[in-house]
């Protein structure tokens, strides 16, 4: 089994003034290599735990190790954003110049890299995610979906190892939004790169490795989509849904129909049924 890349242990955070905690009592290891989704209602501490990882936050309890790096210092903390990349739900709030290839290259120069080896990575972060021709484009004649793959670009051109997606399908429509997922599977499986995938579609948790789900702060649930899916009077009281071919398997079990457990996809309902005949 591979090393764990991130490793959270009894972690918390309360924000300043604020009566309970946002994060409390986490306890969570993700290998390298893993895809791993998040799920949880609006306010069960989904951000926030991402912005413990990104080091945007540090934990006020608890043990928080990212890639080798338990962030103490500002110096540490910079460590972290370099190994841990972040992209956020609007895409509008990351482009921060007017040229598609200036903006994947900002990170780098604030970092102070030399200008042939930002040449060399931008070049390479903007094939990566299938922008190439868009490198001179502006930023503000881009889908949403491609100006998601813009943010992934100049995330890419840090040279990662865990990229942590907030809800970032978020606001796309269902093109862009299945393009983005699709980039970061590829990236993951691909390239390695560990994903935390943060999300409110049933039908993207149901893709990821492992899936965590969070309430009020705590993880809630967590296993294989398969195991987690199927407590589903669990999953529903947790503010969630399931995917719509558990919900069936469910009410055919109610009613006394006899299905093998972990169905969720529709090939595997009609395997299934069709041995039932
Ligand atoms: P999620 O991403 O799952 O919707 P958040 O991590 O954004 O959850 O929020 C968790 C809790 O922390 C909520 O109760 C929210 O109101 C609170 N919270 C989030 N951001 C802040 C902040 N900047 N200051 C104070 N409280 C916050
Ligand atoms: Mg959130």
Not at 76 to 100: A, H, L, W
Not at 115 to 129: G, N, W, Y
Not at 139 to 155: C, E, F, I, T, W
Not at 183 to 198: D, M
Request: with cysteine; net charge negative.
């Amino acid at each position: 089994m591979k090393k764990a890349i991130i490793e959270a242990r009894n972690v918390s955070f309360t924000y300043e003034g604020a009566a309970s905690p946002a994060v409390s009592g986490v306890n969570l290891a993700v290998r390298e290599g893993e895809f791993l989704a998040i799920l949880g209602r609006n306010g069960s501490g989904k951000s926030t735990f991402a912005k413990l990882l990104n080091a945007l936050q540090l934990p006020t309890g608890g043990e928080l190790i990212v890639n080798g790096i338990r962030p103490a210092t500002e110096d540490d903390c910079y460590e972290v954003r370099k190994s841990c990349g972040m992209v956020f739900q609007n895409p509008d709030n990351q482009i921060v110049t007017t040229i598609v290839e200036e903006d994947c290259a900002f990170g780098l120069e604030n970092l102070g890299v030399e200008p042939a080896e930002i040449r060399r990575r931008v070049d390479d972060a903007l094939f990566s995610v299938g922008m190439s021709d868009f490198s001179q484009a502006s930023p503000s004649m881009l889908s949403g979906g491609q100006k998601q793959r813009v943010a992934v670009a100049g995330v890419l051109a840090m040279k990662p190892r865990i990229i942590v997606f907030d809800e970032s399908t978020a606001m796309l429509d269902p093109i862009g939004r299945r393009d983005v997922f699709s980039l970061a599977r590829r990236l993951n499986v691909e390239e390695g790169i560990t994903v935390v995938w943060i999300t409110h579609f049933m039908e993207e948790a149901a893709l990821a490795d492992r899936l965590v789900v969070m309430d009020g702060g705590k993880i809630a649930l967590e296993g294989t989509p398969r195991e987690v899916f199927a407590q589903t009077d669990k999953v529903l009281s947790l503010g969630l849904d399931v995917p719509e071919m558990m919900k069936l398997a469910d009410a055919l079990r109610k009613a006394g129909v006899n299905l093998k457990p972990g169905l969720m996809t529709v090939n595997e309902m009609a395997v299934e049924l069709c041995r039932l005949r």
